[in-house]
């Protein structure tokens, strides 16, 4: 092959020799391609699902970021199938009951410990390990947008692997105790007898006997916290009410926008349950929904940038889970969408994101001003997937507000429920947060954003009557 005066040949896809390669045939590539779709499903229905029951906040941001990720490459596949096949795809079969297997033990996994092991130690790897074969054996020239879809996917997921054995080796598991060791033994006899990932090898012969997902699985959606959220029922200090009332200067409010990003921790909590918990819609809207969880975990980071930057320990604000904590156990799944399509609602006018934003402004912090400048683009994608998701499912958009409304009136605060329970006393952490960043930053305390003590008791967080965040 003689190209132009030594211009690249073929698109610079690959040297002459290469698309030569005998390749896969379209059939076999689609057959493959399936399989790693299965694959990226069930990490996404996993990483989703294990959101709110976990208690390490660092895990509920990357299982967040890892959901998103393996969404968008199951509808990557998905369209490549497409491209190649004529409805109906089968892109909703188990290609194998062994993988199956594989992936129900994961998800049932009843420890961190576990989930971690079999996410990162072995279903990422076993998708890489199947993703870098296919590239290999498939023809780069004839097959480019199947090589196109393997590359975009492995270079995330060489980050979610990366991600994964740090935490390994940070928590300890490496190498794992024995009793881990015997599960992880099942999960690789699954695996092989699938003939691996892409079922591509000799399958082994062996009698698989499921461990954590003998008894049907049941999600558990009641949020967990670890220790440094000390008070998770707190709702001693009304966030909404200060910032929105003129009396206080913007840089106390600022510190106070950035609790409210952090206490976001809790939409990826309550988005997490409504997608495991719809089922059958068509995959662009779990992509989307999955989007926007991880924007809202993103929400979450913003908020501890904000503490950081200002050198105070978030810890001792209450970063409660109230919010998801009561949807979750209080609502369905459509009113718990309503609920949220109802808040983003109110984000959108004069009074939300663009007072948060201008607020920043006036308070002239940069860091401030950066996160709340793309919060509000956010919510504006979030408001788009709500009428586009939500909405849809009423007659018109008003009556959809008003299911969402009412839903949210329904769950009521358990102000006063929690507190009898001995959940919690309400405390008000304003003052201990707002002296250390008086001490972090050199000013003299103003005695009245010191006095400040207004709950949620009797305050909703749009401000009528009892409050949530988005
Ligand atoms: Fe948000
Ligand atoms: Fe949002």
């Not at 990720?69 to 795809?89: N, S």
């Not at 097959?143 to 990366?162: G, N």
């Not at 989007?291 to 975990?297: G, I």
């Not at 969402?404 to 952490?429: I, V």
Request: aromatic share 12%.
């Amino acid at each position: 092959m003689k190209s132009y005066r030594n211009v690249p040949p073929l698109a610079g896809i690959c040297s002459p020799q290469d698309a030569l390669r005998e390749g896969l045939p379209v059939d076999e590539c689609v057959r493959r391609l399936k399989r790693y779709h299965y694959a990226f499903k069930r990490l996404h229905q996993t990483f989703t699902a294990r959101i709110p029951a976990e208690p390490i906040y660092e895990l509920k941001m990357a299982f967040s970021l890892h959901a998103h990720l393996c969404a968008e490459h199951v509808g990557d596949l998905r369209k490549r199938v497409g491209e190649m096949r004529e409805p109906p795809l089968g892109l909703d079969v188990v290609p194998e009951p062994s993988l199956e297997i594989f992936f129900d033990e994961i998800l049932s996994a009843p420890t961190t410990e576990e989930l971690l092991l079999g996410l990162y130690a072995r279903a990422i790897q076993a998708l890489q390990a199947a993703l870098q074969e296919h590239m290999a054996a498939t023809n780069p020239v004839v097959d480019q947008p199947s090589v196109r879809v393997c590359r975009l996917a492995l270079l995330e997921l060489a980050d979610i692997a990366a991600f994964g054995s740090q935490t390994i080796t940070a928590l300890g598991l490496n190498p794992p105790s024995a009793q881990q060791s015997e599960w992880l033994r099942l999960l690789d006899d699954a695996l092989a007898a699938a003939g691996g990932l892409d079922g591509t090898k000799d399958r082994a012969a062996a009698t698989l006997t499921r461990y954590y997902s003998a008894k049907p699985l049941q999600f558990n959606f009641v949020p967990r916290r670890d220790q440094r959220f000390a008070d998770p029922f707190n709702m001693g200090v009304n966030a909404e009410a200060f910032i929105y009332n003129p009396d206080y200067p913007p840089d106390a409010k600022v510190l106070m926008m950035f609790f409210k990003r952090l206490r976001e921790i809790d939409v990826p909590e309550m988005m997490a349950s409504i997608i495991v918990e719809t089922k059958g819609k068509p995959w662009e809207y779990y992509r989307a929904m999955s989007r926007q969880l991880w924007d809202e975990a993103r929400h979450a980071l913003m908020g501890e940038v904000g503490f950081a930057s200002l050198g105070v320990d978030w810890t001792k604000a209450q970063v409660n889970f109230s919010f998801s904590y009561a949807l979750n156990t209080m609502l369905t799944p459509l009113e718990r969408h309503g609920v949220l399509y109802f808040i983003e609602q109110g984000l959108m006018p004069k009074a939300g994101k663009r007072f948060e934003y201008e607020l920043a402004q006036a308070a002239r912090n940069p860091i401030s001003m950066l996160c709340q400048d793309y919060d509000w683009a956010d919510e504006v994608l979030h408001a788009h997937i709500g009428r586009e998701w939500y909405v849809a499912d009423f007659k018109n958009a008003a009556e959809a507000k008003n299911f969402g409304d009412q839903s949210w009136s329904k769950m009521f605060w358990n102000y006063s429920k929690w507190a009898d329970e001995g959940l919690t006393q309400h405390r008000n952490w304003w003052p201990d947060v707002y002296l250390e960043y008086c001490r972090q930053t050199g000013i003299k305390p103003d005695e009245k954003v010191l006095a400040y003590h207004e709950t949620y008791e009797t305050t909703r967080a749009d401000l009528k009557e009892v409050t949530g965040s988005a």
